[in-house]
């Protein structure tokens, strides 16, 4: 049998799904999150470089700096954004 690449055509499949509306409000709490969760990611990722341009040592960018990459885990940030550990929330989105 041959793999997909070796075939001359890829051939797909298009499903319509229609869910509940209780299924349709799971799927947008979890859209939400991971987009509330990329978004802050890289508010941190900017701002961790922008702290790490300056070079001072002063105590409270280093603090800071500290802060940043501990909230930079997914599981930190569920800690301190307290909606985040909300039950419909797919621990994998």
Do not use: C
């Not at 599981?75 to 797919?90: A, C, G, T, V, Y």
């Amino acid at each position: 049998m041959k793999s997909m690449a070796q075939l001359e055509y890829h051939y797909g499949l298009k499903v319509r799904i229609y869910p509940s509306d209780y299924r349709k409000q799971i799927i947008k709490v979890n859209s939400d999150a991971s987009r509330f969760v990329y978004n802050e990611m890289v508010a941190i990722g900017k701002e961790l470089w922008q702290l790490n341009r300056i070079k001072l040592s002063i105590d409270t960018v280093q603090n800071r700096i500290q802060q940043l990459k501990l909230r930079q885990n997914a599981k930190q940030m569920s800690n301190h954004f307290q909606f985040l550990e909300d039950k419909r929330i797919d621990s994998l989105a």
